[in-house]
């Protein structure tokens, strides 16, 4: 498989635990909203230690961004993301994935799930093309949620958060329960684009075809 090493033009914090890499993007590299490579550190000891993470920005943008979370106490490849500097070098592979976008629906996403979405919903809101999507996103506590500037710009009231851990004043607290999803969403004969941690995944399918939402029209991670 092809290899390309890519330069850190900035590295930073977005949340307590996640961060945000723009790199340098390869001439005539191509992927499509939704889509992972296997990325590693071009560093001694690093290079052949590979881990999927998801490309955030639009296909259409001249550089790469990466929203990753970490996990320092894995002492695995997103903890020693951490340590990276501007000008440090990644490598990236081929892209792959079968998340894409078919049409307007709603996006669920859990926790670093929302990675898989963030590409495609930026490229609709950049072609004023974001229309009636809705975003629900679970996250633990108000601290974990990814973009939530932006996504409340894009969206406005079709982005709804639940939190799982903190009660708060602003947003639901539980799981992602069909009374829930009745609650929140109007129409189930559309796309649900699902991706979040396997058990949340698993539920909300389960939700979903016992609410006669279409098996075709669920789209996630195969
Ligand atoms: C298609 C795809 C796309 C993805 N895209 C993104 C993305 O865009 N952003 C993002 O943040 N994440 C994404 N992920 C998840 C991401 O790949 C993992 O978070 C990442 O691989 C973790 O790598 P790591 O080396 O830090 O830790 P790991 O490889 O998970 O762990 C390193 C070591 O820590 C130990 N360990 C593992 N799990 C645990 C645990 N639960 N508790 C204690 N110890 C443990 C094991 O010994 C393991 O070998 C994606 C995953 C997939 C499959």
């Known amino acids: 498989m092809k290899t390309h090493i890519i330069k850190v033009r900035s590295i930073t914090h977005i949340t307590h635990n996640v961060l945000r890499i723009v790199t340098t993007k390869p001439p005539l590299y191509n ?11 071009n560093k001694p000891g690093w290079q052949d230690i590979k881990r999927p993470f998801t490309f ?9 961004e990466f929203t990753i979370k970490t996990y320092p106490s894995r002492k695995g490849l997103t903890n020693e993301l951490l340590k990276l500097k ?14 894409n976008y078919r049409g307007e629906g709603v996006f669920i996403a859990g926790g670093a799930g929302i990675t898989s979405f963030i590409s495609a919903l930026r490229t609709l809101h950049f072609q004023n093309e974001i229309g009636d999507n809705k975003l629900i996103f679970a996250n633990n506590t108000e601290e974990d949620i990814i973009n939530k500037k932006e996504f409340e710009d894009m969206l406005g009231d079709n982005f709804i958060n639940i939190l799982f851990q903190e009660k708060s004043d602003k947003y639901e607290h539980g799981c992602l329960t069909k009374d829930f999803l009745k609650r929140n969403i109007s129409n189930f004969n559309t796309y649900f684009y699902l ?14 075809l ?5 098996p075709k029209a669920i789209i996630k991670e195969e």
């Open 31 to 41: 992927f499509s909203s939704g889509q992972a490579t296997e990325l590693s550190i």
């Open 56 to 64: 955030t920005s639009p296909p259409i943008d001249n550089h790469l």
């Open 86 to 99: 501007k000008s440090d070098e990644l490598i990236i592979r081929d892209s792959w994935g079968t998340i």
């Open 195 to 208: 991706c979040g941690p396997s058990h949340m995944e698993e539920s909300v399918e389960r939700i979903l």
């Open 210 to 214: 016992n609410l006669k939402v279409d």
